[in-house]
């Protein structure tokens, strides 16, 4: 295949050739007529504009494949990544397209890397009935980096274990209920009533003082020799 550098060479150097055969029409004597100047003029023009006609062609087609050749490469890329996602409606049970480009795997042969991918885009569909009864029979556990260690040490979306930061995620993992000030998932509304009541979410939430705010403290009593009754100074 030419390049396209090539054939601007070309055609450079045929502009080139133009402008110094401007000026040889003439007879050497300076005796031969205009219509022989004319013709002697026209074979040359007429040689060097089929050529550049031809280039002109050769460079507009090599354009033209190096174009079909980017956009096959793309959609190659785009099949590739479609054919390694799994089917989401295979795997809610069936998928009506006998030549679907995604991957028709059971949940339970979910390799880590594809339970990965069904978590990852979990958030950006509806949410199914279905679907979500399949994903909570795989029982999936909670990270524990994310939800003790508070990082996990995957990348982003490539964990294959839940990470519960929404009332949207937990509702997939089978959490109806979502306390956002505590980012505690639970199960009913028993967990809930007994949850609010705790001491640890009314002092999230600001019902109680912190164990680290000192304001609300009761003073303590000094001990030893002299100091019964007295209170100490913070």
Known sequence: MVSLNDLDA???ALGSDSEELSGDAQDEDGE???E???DDSL???QKRGKRHRDLEKQ??????EVAISSLEKKTKRKDKAAREAVCFRYLRGKCKFEDCKFLHIKAEKLTQEERAQVLRELPLRDFDPKLAEVLRQLNIPRCKDFHQRGACKKK???????HLTDASIARWAGFDFWCDVCKKPMTSEDQVQEHQESKVHLQRSGALPGPHDKSQRPAKRARG???RGYVLAE
Request: hydrophobic letters at 30%; proline letters at 4%; glycine letters at 14%.
């Open 36 to 38: 022989e100047d004319e």
């Open 225 to 227: 020799v002299g100091g």
């Open 32 to 34: 031969a007529t205009e």
């Open 59 to 64: 460079k507009a087609q090599a354009s033209g």
């Open 10 to 12: 070309q055609l450079a």
């Open 43 to 45: 074979k040359p023009k």
């Open 156 to 162: 982003q979306g490539k964990c294959h274990l839940w």
